[in-house]
Structure formats: C-alpha cells, structure tokens
C-alpha cells in the first residue's frame, strides 16, 4: 500500500472532521493543509493537528450581534434591536406587531408579504430590515385612512375578492401599486402583473373585477371583464 497516500486519506479524514466541528475557513487558514501533506510525516501532522484544534479551541466565538435599527412604517419611526439578519416580515410581524402582513412561503414565491418601500411592492420575506433604514415602509396597516377604508379594500369586499382571506393584504398592497404603476390596461396585463401573488382559493377572476372597478373610477381605459 502506498503510505504516503495512506496517510493523506487519514489527513483529509480528520480535517473533514475538524472542518465540520470548527468552520472550514478557520481551520484551513491555521493549517494550511493543501502545502504539506506530502512532505510531512504522519507523526508532524497529527502534531499539527493536535496544535491547530487546541488554538482553534481557545478563539472567542463571533457572530452577529443585535443592532440597533430605525425603521419608518406606516409614518412612524420604531427603533428596534434586532439580529441583522432579521427579515423585514419578521421585523413586522414579530417585533412590531404588524400582523397584517402575511407570512406565506417565506421564500418569495407566493407574494402573501407583499409590503411597498418608497411606494414600491417588495417581498418581506426576502427584505433585510436593516436594509429599509432611511425608507418609507407601508404595509396594509398603513393603506385606510383614519376613518375609512382605502377604495381598493372597498372594492375587494364589494366583488367578494377572496374566500380565506390570507393573501388579500398583500393581494391589496399589489393591486394598488399595480394601478400606480400602469400596468392594468386590461385583464392579460392584469394577470400577468398579479402573478407573484397567489391565491389559493382561486379568487383571481373577483380580484381582477376588484382591480377593474378601481382602475375604472380613476379613469383607467379598458372595461374587459372575465
Ligand atoms: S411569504 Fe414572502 S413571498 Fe411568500
Ligand atoms: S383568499 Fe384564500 S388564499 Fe387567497
């Protein structure tokens, strides 16, 4: 058997281990382990290896930290405390109480979170909350007015544009940002600029008039129906 091989194998072995138990980045960059293998006896490298892990062992352990974040919702500015990674779904729903925003797939496939930053439909789910510091966010909350109903919310209740109800926030919070953009000329347009938000009721073809009798009460051009 060749034991120079031999003992490579028994290497990578052990730094797999290593590699899994400590983070790879960090043991390879103490070991250095792709210049030596062949030059080195067994003996020197599970030297070596014994030395690396007692260092590796003795790090502080670093990750993220919470950090402090301002986020402006619906008019008003929260200050949070919040892992960096923190979602700006997560943001809403678990630390700000804004459970109106839906928590669907929380992958960015059913649209269920749609949220508007500086009047723009964005996913939640696929927002850093620290990345909407200096924006304006709205969510559903922030769409009525202090005493009535925003006309898209009106509208959805009046053609019955859903059955469950969990999409229709961010059904809504696209619907209005649809007609703003101008991409609701007709009822193809409509679909296909819809299409992020899924609706598993099938509530599309109430949804579509809804959108319709909005567009139309703005003096949007096509009077199509389904
Ligand atoms: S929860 Fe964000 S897209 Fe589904
Ligand atoms: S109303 Fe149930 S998922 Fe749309």
Redesign the pocket.
Known sequence: MNTEWFTAQEVIFVSFVCMWRYGRSAYLKKIALTNGVRRMSKKDIEKKVMKTNMQIKTLPMLGPEPMEMALHINGHVSTLLLDPRTSLLDALREHLNLSGTKK?CDQGTCG?CTVWVDKRRVLACLTLAITCQGHEVTTIEGLAGETELHPMQRAFLSHD????????PG?IMSAVALLEEGHATNDAEIAEWMSGN??????YPN?RAAIREVRDAKGGSSHEAD
């Open positions: 669907g269920a544009a859903f059955q469950c109800g969990y999409c229709t059904q899924i609706c598993r009721c099938a509530a949804i």
